[in-house]
């Protein structure tokens, strides 16, 4: 049995996609273990791009086990859309959903717009923070409840009773209609009922029985409800963490946790964002690196890749080894800059400030390295990559103390040195 999680080591778009697709391979069981629609993961496969945001990468492989598990929420309509599109381009996927899963529904949307939070965070209006908010405070709608047509119309009616009677002047909730809404569900009931099980039970088997399974993350462990820059951070746990409860598995069955690294640095939406780069070299950066939101299209600012941060998260998810990824953008720059401490009020810090506010006013303090020239877009082995990829590699590691296992030089599944 090998069991491996992996996790987005930044603000997320790390490239967890490319990664999950390619060692997905090799699992019998890929699981998705939190999030929701907020996030995308762009996969190619035999020449077709992919931009999934609810089901795991290993879809796209007809013989694989795919879970959605229940640290996900899920968008009904999102998941329909995804599946028929893996079935056009190859075969129906094997998807099983948690029974624990929550449900987005309408008024999660109508929520995050008319409260405002979606401008302030800068989330991607799709209703995860208000769904996550419901199964706090344990008033929310899972998988397991369209089994079950009397709870699941009890429970809509408690919610949107309870929505009307605190937003009295807000047309939107006024309007919501418990039997449309009931119905609606229902309907979706008949896809997704033979797929609804007791995802614990299966993933114990999967353990119990040797199967080789893959944990997968979205967003990046510096967006994380608990360790992240809050409250510029998604709605779920994407650390470690997350992986055990969200995935419901053992530590003890985790022997590898993967980081996925971005050779610089991105973050959609607002935060701080300390090495982030406002000039010419951002949006050239931005350009190369085709960096716009798979979800929203929003374009993801860009800076240079921060050791402070990466150390701090690192650390916080004991990694055993790591991938990095895109080094092919950084082709061009004739010099390259890491952060490797920063200044906070007039001192020199090495540690990662807990306070979104501390953050914001840190000084990045940078060592300059070469840059290359060469464009090294698919190359496949370590020793072509000209030498001062080769020394900006080794200060990564060097500074990070885990073993490098995967350099991604591409989009495509070859174009990775392992």
């Not at 069981?29 to 496969?45: L, Q, S, Y």
Request: proline share 5%.
């Amino acid at each position: 049995m090998s069991a491996t999680a992996i996790l987005g080591m930044q603000w997320g778009d790390e490239g967890k996609g490319k990664i999950t697709h390619l060692l997905a391979r090799k699992a019998d069981i890929i699981v998705r273990f939190n999030g929701g629609p907020n996030a995308g993961h762009t996969v190619i496969d035999r020449g077709r791009e992919f931009k999934f945001h609810l089901i795991p990468a290993g879809a796209l492989y007809p013989e694989k086990t795919n879970i959605l598990a229940g640290g996900v929420v899920l968008d009904i309509e999102v998941l329909q859309r995804e599946i028929d599109a893996v079935t056009k381009h190859s075969s129906v996927p094997q998807i099983y959903i948690a029974d624990t899963a929550h449900l987005i529904l309408p008024y999660h949307r109508i929520l995050e717009q008319i409260e405002g939070s979606a401008a302030k965070i800068g989330t991607t209006k799709r209703g995860i923070g208000p769904t996550y908010r419901d199964k706090i405070d344990r008033t929310g709608i899972r998988a397991g409840d369209l089994k079950q047509p009397a709870i699941l119309q009890e429970k809509l009616t408690a919610k949107i009773d309870f929505l009307k009677s605190i937003w009295p002047a807000v047309e939107e909730i006024q309007s919501l209609n418990v039997d449309l809404l009931f119905a609606q569900l229902q309907q979706a009931a008949a896809l997704l009922i033979p797929l609804i099980t007791n995802i614990p039970t299966m993933i114990r088997q999967g353990i119990n029985s040797g199967k080789e399974i893959l944990f997968e993350g979205a967003q990046g462990a510096l967006l994380d409800i608990d360790c992240g820059t809050y409250p510029y951070v998604t709605s779920s746990s994407t650390t470690l963490a997350g992986v055990i409860a969200g995935g419901t598995v053992p530590p003890s069955a985790l022997n590898r946790r993967l980081g996925v690294i971005k050779a610089y640095t991105t973050r959609v939406g607002n935060g701080p964002f300390p090495t982030e780069l406002t000039d010419h070299l951002g949006k050239m950066m931005q350009a190369k690196g085709g960096e716009f939101g798979a979800t929203t299209g929003r374009p993801r600012r860009c800076g240079w890749l921060d050791l402070v941060a990466l150390t701090h998260i690192v650390y916080l998810n004991d990694l055993s080894d790591f991938a990095l990824t895109k080094l092919d953008i950084l082709s061009g720059f004739e010099k390259l800059k890491v952060a490797y401490a920063y200044r906070l009020a007039g001192e020199e810090i090495d540690y990662f400030p807990t306070s979104a506010e501390e953050l914001a006013i840190c000084e990045p303090l940078y060592k300059e390295v070469e840059g290359w020239e060469e464009e090294i877009a698919g190359i496949e082995r370590l020793s072509a990559l000209p030498t001062a990829a080769r020394h900006y590699i080794d200060m990564i590691t060097e500074a990070l103390g885990v073993p490098l296992s995967l350099i991604s030089t591409g989009p495509r599944p070859e174009d990775t040195i392992i």
